[in-house]
């Protein structure tokens, strides 16, 4: 009697995913077992962001890197070398702080400053607090970027595109 039940439930759940990734070919088109070719495939494809003039898009950094790099701004090219001017973005800063409670249990607990940043610096807001505030442990997400790619321009003066781009964002865990 068990048996049979787990034959009969084993067979509607393998015949559940067999339609499902049967249904998950035909929007994706490939009902017919071919492959997409290049001429039916879009690419979208979204400038990297960079913290500072340096190559780190993200992961770990120390703490004296981080501020330093902080301080440069935001940079922005794509796969091909062209070079972007970013717009804006958000900037948001989750700090871990250790707190005792009322009954004198302690906790880590998170903090969380958020500011939207115009141009590729951060405010100065988040500039006058932020170099000594930062340490090991806390997190920065630089999300929601804009950019426009430079055109040649004449003279030293840089022309821009005016279609704005979305960008990759950057997460940093800081480091000692």
């Known amino acids: 009697m068990i048996n049979r ?10 015949s559940a995913v067999g339609y499902h990734l049967l249904a998950q070919q035909k929007l994706n088109g490939n009902a017919d077992g071919k492959g997409q070719t290049a001429s039916n ?16 898009k993200g992961g770990l950094i120390s703490k004296a890197e ?8 935001l940079t922005s090219t ?28 302690m906790k880590v607990m998170t903090e969380i400053l958020f500011e ?40 030293n003066k840089p022309v821009f595109e005016s279609t704005v781009l979305g960008a990759r964002g950057i997460k940093c865990i800081i480091t000692k």
């Open 66 to 73: 981080f501020d330093r790099l902080l301080k440069q701004g």
């Open 5 to 14: 039940t787990v034959q009969v439930v084993l067979f509607i759940f393998l």
């Open 116 to 155: 939207h940043c115009k141009g590729d610096t951060v405010t100065s807001n988040i500039s006058s607090g932020i170099y000594s505030r930062s340490k090991a442990g806390d997190t920065v997400y630089i999300d929601q970027v804009s950019v426009v790619r430079y055109k040649n321009g004449k003279g």
């Open 41 to 56: 495939t879009k690419k979208i494809l979204f400038p990297t962001v960079y913290l500072g003039r340096s190559e780190f």
């Open 78 to 105: 794509d796969s091909l070398g062209n070079k972007y001017k970013v717009v804006d973005f958000d900037f948001n800063y989750i700090e871990r702080e250790l707190y005792e409670d009322s009954i004198g249990n």
